[in-house]
Structures are given as C-alpha cells and as structure tokens.
C-alpha cells in the first residue's frame, strides 16, 4: 500500500507526498510492524483528540507517531525556503498562515514605533532585533494565534522580502534570512511587560487607522494559560483597532489573575468610541462595561443568556410589546389587508 500511495496521491492531486505518518496505540500494541519496515518512530502524541474544528479534548491515551520518507530528498524539500516547482501544488495559498494584511510602510511604521518606545529586557542573544520579533507577535495576535507555536509558526510563513522589509538576520554560508525559533521567542515574551507592549501596540493603531470604525468587536484570548490578550477589533474586515494584556502576576489564592472584564474595562479607557459600536459575548454584559463604553461615547450591543435572569425577563418583556426591528408601513398594510379578508 505505501508503495502504491505515491503514485495514487499524484494521480489525484497532482504532487507526490514525500512522508508518511501514521499512529500506534501504546496499550496495545508495540509498533513491531512498523518498525521491521522502516518506519522511524518520533515519539508519544499528548493524549488529545479533536473534537471540532481547532479544538480538542484530552482523552489520557496518548499513541506513539510513526513516520516514513517516501523520498530521499524528504528533508530537505520539507526545510527548504521554497518548495520545489514539483511540489507546489501542494501549497494551500489561501492559508492564514500566508496572511500578512500590513504594507510595507505600515509594516515599517509598527516596527518603527516599537523601536522608539519599548526598550529591549533581553541582555544577551540579540541576533534578533526586538522589534522585529514583536510585530512577528503582534501580527500572529491579531490574525487570532492563540499559543507560542502557532506564533513561531506564523513567522515561517513571512515571504523572503517581509523578512528584509523586518530587517531578521541572513543565514550563515546560505541565501535568505533566518526566522526566529520557538526558544527566541519564548525567551524574549517571558521577560518583557506585557503592559508596556500593549501600550506600544494601541498608541500605533490609534495613531495609524485613524477614527474608529462604526461596529467594533471585543475579545479575549488566553495563550497557554498563561498570557491574556484581550483585542478590539474591526467588524467587517478584521483589523484590530486596540489591544491589552492582562498584569503578568501569578494566580494564587491571596492573589487574583486579571480577567477579560478587567482588560476590557482599562481597553475602553484607552479609546475613543465616538459613534462607534462595540458588541460582546454574554461575560461582558454588566453594569461596568456598560457604562465604560458610555464613558467612551460609544454604544453598545452585548449578548444577554438567561443565566442572568432579571435582565432576561426584562429584555424579553420589552420585545413583546416592541419589536427589534422597525416594521415598515407596507409590512403592516399587508398584514391587516390579509386579516379583513379572513
């Protein structure tokens, strides 16, 4: 079957695939089979499965991953910069991934900013710029990575000309510029104030995108349970307009961790909301946020769940006697037009 899957695989997609893998259950099984045929075991998965799209649940039964070349060149065609003419179909060029919304001058303005206003906490291993490897993060924030290796991730998928336009370093005895790996970036995000990176961030989109758009969204995020960033973003396309992190201070007893309400109430405090609208899920619906985003002189549109009773009743009481949405005078016309007739 191995054999044949190459051939097969071109015939339908029009590529060869170039590694296979595959997954033994440990409780079971040793994995002897695969072994005996050359397949290279790399280790133990950490016991998820998916449950929907980009979520999993632990299930405690991790299984051993199992890999195999289907070509000699699979490594380096799997590490190189640029995949080879052969094999680029296989390219998925609408990915998010590949999405970097930013011109070059705005790209250069970001990192401009950063570089003028937040100083680097690192004092040794600089062979990346700080600024550099914060628009790489701030970018991967607000196109919603949620974790350190869906960030790294997405900076690999920076084209050769974003790595220049970013000033990352060449690569030794070899043509292109390097990207900064996990470890850089996880040494450089422990050590630096989360606070004084969001300021850096929202005194950029304040100064660059201008007035606020008309229907803003608010969200929160939690990155390995560790870091929470909480966005104001764009309606319609997206683009973030605001951003904050919660105080980077351990979650004890006698201490209590910032939540999103408290991110967002300081988010507001921040912004101009003039005409704007800011809609959020039902853990933003108070009286506090309310009344922040009125203090801002916006308006508001936050989703009520029946959790919260009193408001409820009172909001379901009010749409029976007045409706949602205006009823024009030709819908009413029709409607008594068709009750006299019956």
Not at 195 to 223: E, H, M, V, Y
Request: net charge positive; aromatic share 8%.
């Amino acid at each position: 079957a191995l054999r044949a899957l190459p051939g097969q695989w071109k015939l339908k997609y029009g590529y060869s695939p170039v590694l296979a893998e595959t997954f033994s259950d440990i409780e079971q099984f040793e994995g002897t089979c695969y072994k005996a045929a050359g397949w290279e075991a790399l280790g133990l998965t950490q016991g998820f499965a998916r449950h929907r799209m980009d979520y999993y649940q632990p299930h405690g039964r991790p299984k051993k991953l199992w890999i195999k070349p289907l070509n000699r060149n699979a490594r380096r065609i799997l590490t190189g910069m640029d995949l080879p003419p052969a094999y680029r179909k296989a390219l998925n060029t609408q990915s998010p991934e590949r999405d970097l919304p930013l011109k070059r001058g705005q790209l250069e303005s970001l990192q401009g900013y950063l570089t003028e206003h937040f100083k680097d906490p690192r004092r040794n291993n600089r062979s990346f710029r700080v600024s550099s490897l914060l628009v790489i993060v701030a970018r991967a924030l607000f196109g919603g990575r949620d974790n350190l290796a869906a960030i790294q991730r997405y900076g690999q998928f920076l084209t050769p000309s974003q790595r220049e336009w970013l000033g990352l370093p060449r690569k030794k005895n070899a043509k292109g510029r390097k990207v900064p790996s996990y470890t850089a970036l996880r040494n450089l995000l422990i050590q630096i104030d989360p606070q004084a990176f969001a300021s850096c961030l929202s005194g950029w989109l304040q100064a660059n995108l201008g007035t606020l758009p008309r229907a803003l969204a608010i969200d929160g995020k939690w990155i390995r349970d560790r870091a929470l960033s909480v966005c104001l973003s764009d309606h319609e396309s997206g683009a973030p307009v605001a951003v904050d992190f919660a105080a980077n201070k351990p979650k004890s007893e006698a201490h209590k961790r910032e939540g999103e309400q408290t991110v967002a109430l300081r988010l507001y405090q921040k912004c101009e909301l003039k005409n704007a609208t800011v809609t959020g899920d039902a853990l933003n619906n108070n009286k506090a946020q309310a009344a922040a985003i009125l203090k801002a002189r916006g308006d508001y549109f936050l989703q009520l769940k029946d959790e919260n009773r009193h408001a409820y009743k009172a909001a379901a009481k009010i749409a029976e006697t007045s409706p949602f949405l205006p009823i024009s005078n030709k819908s009413i016309r029709a409607t008594d037009a068709s009750t006299s007739e019956q």
